[in-house]
């Protein structure tokens, strides 16, 4: 269960009203009091809700599901007898996996992506916004094993002033590592051009 923690400010608008304008606007008549109505419609069209209720959702704070009676909690295995299908048993198709059309060589060996960590969610273009969250982890951080530190030769605390390009990047990178008491990691921190922090909402 989610909960309003402040009215939306100025002109801005919950989700559920922005679409129900726009559906009334294709002329459907969508008039849903809250999310409570939406998500009664939702059992009557999804199995996996059965004997889960908005009242008990408001009550317990969060239900697992599939959940056999309305007295139960949740399974914490969601397919314990058979899967949703006809048969009952699980349609496994093999993927046929098509490459990036880019793929890591001798000159770029690394791909970065996007991803997680405690204090920041991806790119951070939201969660830097937060002072308290900023102040705990302030750089931009790239995690790395370290299979690959040793291979290519970087140590815990080393700097490399030359920096280190991408293929398609605007400018340049520097890479400073360090290792994680917490978790036991190596991270490799990016700073772009000379010395300056990375883009924090994109790096």
């Known amino acids: 269960m989610a909960r309003e923690v402040i ?5 801005a608008r919950q989700d559920l009203w922005i679409i129900q304008e726009i559906a009334k606007r294709m002329g459907l008549p969508w008039n849903y009091n809250g999310p409570a109505d939406v ?5 009557q069209v999804m199995p996996s809700l059965q004997n889960i209720t908005w009242e008990r959702l408001v009550r317990e704070g969060a239900v697992t599901y ?9 399974n914490e295995i969601i397919f314990t007898s058979g899967f949703p299908t006809e048969s009952g048993r699980g349609k ?11 793929l890591p060589d001798d000159e770029y060996p690394m791909v970065l992506s996007t991803g997680r ?3 920041h969610w991806h790119t951070g273009s939201m969660t830097r916004r937060s002072q308290v969250l900023d102040q705990i982890e302030p750089e931009a951080v790239a995690f790395m094993s370290p299979k690959d530190m040793r291979r290519m030769k970087v140590s ?3 700097f490399d002033p ?3 390009s991408a293929r398609r990047g605007r400018g340049e990178s520097a890479l400073r590592s360090r290792r994680s008491r917490e978790h036991g990691v190596h991270a490799v921190l990016l700073r772009r051009g000379r010395g300056q922090p990375a883009d924090q909402s994109g790096a």
């Open 117 to 119: 960590v405690l204090e």
């Open 162 to 164: 030359a920096g280190n």
């Open 7 to 11: 009215r939306p400010p100025g002109d």
């Open 156 to 158: 815990p605390g080393d």
């Open 92 to 102: 496994i198709v093999p993927a046929r996996v098509v490459p990036p059309d880019e």
């Open 66 to 74: 599939p959940v056999d009676d309305p007295q139960k909690p949740g």
């Open 39 to 43: 998500f009664t419609e939702m059992t």
